[in-house]
C-alpha cells in the first residue's frame, strides 16, 4: 500500500471509487509479500503489482466487478491443470488477494493514515476480510500504540483480541493475516483479519563519510531505509557529499549512536555499517553497537588485517566473543566487489539474507523453495 498510496490518494481526493487488491497471504514461493497493492482507478489505469506479472489480469478484472458490486472478494490465486497458464503463479506459489473498493464513503479514515506515514508515526490498518456474517466483511479500524481504535470490528472482544495483537505486528513491522473465531477467540476460526502495519522505515546508520558510505546509502534508500551518515568530521559529513541520505549527522560516531539507543530510535530492524577502518573511530562505536539489545545487522569494513586487530583492541576493551559473533567483518558478501557501487551492493546483499534466512550461494546451486 506504501507504494501507491499516492496515486490512491490523488482519485480518494478527488472523489472518485478505485478497486484495491492488496496480498493478504501468501504461500511457498509467492512474489509479492502481504500488503503489496494493485490499484484500478477509475479511468482503468492499473497502478502497483500483486504477483510480479502472473495474476494481475485476473485481479484487474475482479478489481472492476467489485466496484460495481460494492462488495469486497476474498480470492485465492494458485497453480491448477486448469489455470496454470491463465491466471496461476507460474512460481508455484499461491496469493489470497483481498479486493475492495475505496473512496471516500468505504475509508474515511485513508487521509488519517497517508497523515501518520508522512509524519512517520506508527499506524496499523485492521480489516475483517473473511467472516460467517457477511456484514462483518469490509469492517475495518485504525490501531496506533497511544490512541483508542478508531472504529469497532463487531464485538468488544474481538476488538481487544485484534488491537492488541496487531500491534504487536506493528512492533515488528510485519502485515499479515490473524486468524479468530467468529467474536474473536484465540482459539477459533471464521473471523480472518488482515493487519496493514505501517511502521516507520527501518533505519540504515552508516559510519563513515566516505566515497563507500555515498554509494551504501544510495542502496539503503533504494531498500526502503531511512538512512543517515554520521562522522565526527565536518568537512567530510555534509549534505552536498551524501544527497540520498534522508539525514547527515556531525557527532562522534559511539556518542551518536548511544544518544540514539537511549532515545528509543534503535530497534530489531536498524542495521549499522562502519565504513571508516579506523581504530579510533570503530573500536568505540562497536563497543556501542556490539552491546546494544536489538540491531538486525552490524558490519565493519576493513581488510583481513584490520579486521583481525579490531577484534583484538575491541576483547581489550572488554567485548566478549559472544558479543563480537554478531559482527560481520570484513563487511558484505563476496561479490569481487571492487568500486564504491559494487561493494554496497555486497554489504547490501548480506543485510538482506541475514534478514531472510539466505545463504548467499547462487541460487542454481541451491535446492527447495527459493522464498523461505
Excluded at 540520498?244 to 562522534?252: G, H, I, L, Y
Excluded at 558479543?323 to 564504491?340: K, M, N, Q, V
Amino acid at each position: 500500500m506504501r507504494e501507491v498510496l499516492p496515486e490512491l490518494m490523488s482519485w480518494w481526493e478527488a472523489g472518485e471509487e478505485v478497486g484495491v487488491g492488496t496480498v493478504v497471504a501468501t504461500f511457498r514461493s509467492a512474489p509479492r509479500p502481504p500488503g503489496a497493492s494493485m490499484l484500478v482507478g477509475p479511468d482503468g489505469t492499473a497502478v502497483g503489482s500483486v504477483s510480479g506479472g502472473c495474476v494481475e489480469g485476473a485481479v484487474y478484472d475482479l478489481a472492476q466487478t467489485v466496484v460495481e458490486s460494492g462488495e469486497p472478494v476474498l480470492e485465492r490465486y494458485g497453480v491448477s491443470d486448469d489455470d496454470a497458464f491463465a491466471v496461476g503463479l507460474t512460481c508455484g506459489g499461491i496469493l489470497d488477494v483481498y479486493v475492495e473498493k475505496v473512496s471516500r464513503a468505504t475509508f474515511p479514515e485513508l487521509a488519517e493514515v497517508a497523515e501518520d506515514l508522512e509524519a512517520g508515526r506508527p499506524v496499523a490498518v485492521a480489516t475483517v476480510i473473511e467472516h460467517p456474517d457477511p456484514d462483518r466483511v469490509g469492517r475495518r479500524a485504525l490501531l496506533r500504540p497511544d490512541a483508542a481504535a478508531s472504529a469497532s470490528l463487531g464485538s468488544p472482544r474481538a476488538d481487544d483480541a485484534v488491537r492488541d495483537d496487531a500491534l504487536g505486528l506493528l512492533a515488528a513491522g510485519h502485515s499479515g493475516v490473524l486468524t479468530y473465531g467468529p467474536d474473536g477467540e484465540r482459539r477459533g476460526e471464521g473471523m480472518r483479519v488482515f493487519v496493514w502495519a505501517f511502521a516507520p522505515k527501518p533505519r540504515m546508520l552508516v559510519f563513515g563519510a566516505i566515497d563507500f558510505a555515498a554509494a551504501v546509502a544510495r542502496v539503503g534508500a533504494f531498500l526502503g531505509y531511512h538512512v543517515t551518515v554520521c562522522d565526527a568530521r565536518p568537512v567530510f559529513a555534509t549534505a552536498t557529499r551524501f544527497p540520498d541520505a534522508d539525514e547527515v549527522v556531525v557527532d562522534w560516531p559511539h556518542r551518536y549512536l548511544r544518544s540514539e539507543q537511549q532515545a528509543g530510535r534503535v530497534d530489531g530492524r536498524t542495521v549499522v555499517t562502519v565504513l571508516t577502518h579506523d581504530p579510533k573511530f570503530d573500536v568505540p562505536l562497536l563497543e556501542v553497537a556490539l552491546r546494544l539489545p536489538e540491531v538486525a545487522y552490524i558490519g565493519a569494513m576493513g581488510s583481513r588485517r584490520t579486521h583481525d586487530d579490531r577484534l583484538e583492541r575491541l576483547r581489550e576493551a572488554g567485548v566478549t566473543e559472544e558479543e563480537l559473533a554478531r559482527l560481520h567483518s570484513p563487511i558484505g558478501l563476496d561479490l569481487g566487489a571492487r568500486t564504491p557501487e559494487e561493494t554496497a551492493v555486497s554489504i547490501a546483499a548480506e543485510i538482506i539474507a541475514g534478514r531472510w534466512g539466505g545463504s548467499g550461494e547462487p541460487l542454481a546451486r541451491t535446492e527447495g523453495r527459493i522464498h523461505r
